[in-house]
C-alpha cells in the first residue's frame, strides 16, 4: 500500500523544512533553528525513520532536543531573528508602507519577538 495522502503532505513539508534549514547553515540571513523544528514535527507525522535522522544529526539535532526538552532557542538564532525582525520593518517604514501596515506588521513582529523572549536561550 501506498502512503496515505496525509501523510505525504507532511513528508513533502519536512523536506522542504530540511531544505530551508540546511540552505540557513550557509546562508546567514536565513534562520535555521525554525525550519529544523519545523521539520522535525512534520517528520513526526509522516516518517519515523526520515524523524529519527533529523533528532540523530549532528547539526540539527541538538536543535531539536533541545526544543522538545526545555522549548530552548539558541541565543544566535534569537539575536539574528531579532535582527531581520529590526531590518524588515525598518525597510517597510522607509519605502513608505501604510500606517495600518507598519502598526499590523510592528504589533505581529513585537509578538514573536516577546515570544522569542519568553524562551530560555542556550
Do not use: C, D, N
Amino acid at each position: 500500500m501506498g502512503a496515505q495522502p496525509g501523510k505525504t503532505g507532511f513528508r513533502i513539508l519536512a523536506y522542504m523544512s530540511v531544505g530551508l534549514a540546511a540552505a540557513g547553515v550557509v546562508l546567514p540571513l536565513l534562520p535555521t533553528t525554525p525550519f529544523v523544528i519545523l521539520a522535525a514535527f512534520f517528520a513526526s507525522k509522516s516518517s519515523p525513520a526520515f524523524a529519527r535522522w533529523l533528532e540523530e544529526h549532528p547539526t540539527f539535532g541538538p536543535a531539536i532536543g533541545e526544543w522538545r526538552a526545555r522549548r530552548a532557542i539558541p541565543r544566535k538564532a534569537k539575536l539574528l531573528a531579532f535582527a531581520m525582525m529590526g531590518l524588515s520593518w525598518s525597510m517597510l517604514v522607509w519605502l513608505g508602507s501604510p500606517v495600518l501596515v507598519l502598526a499590523v506588521s510592528g504589533l505581529f513582529l513585537l509578538g514573536v519577538a516577546g515570544y522569542m523572549l519568553s524562551r530560555p536561550s542556550y
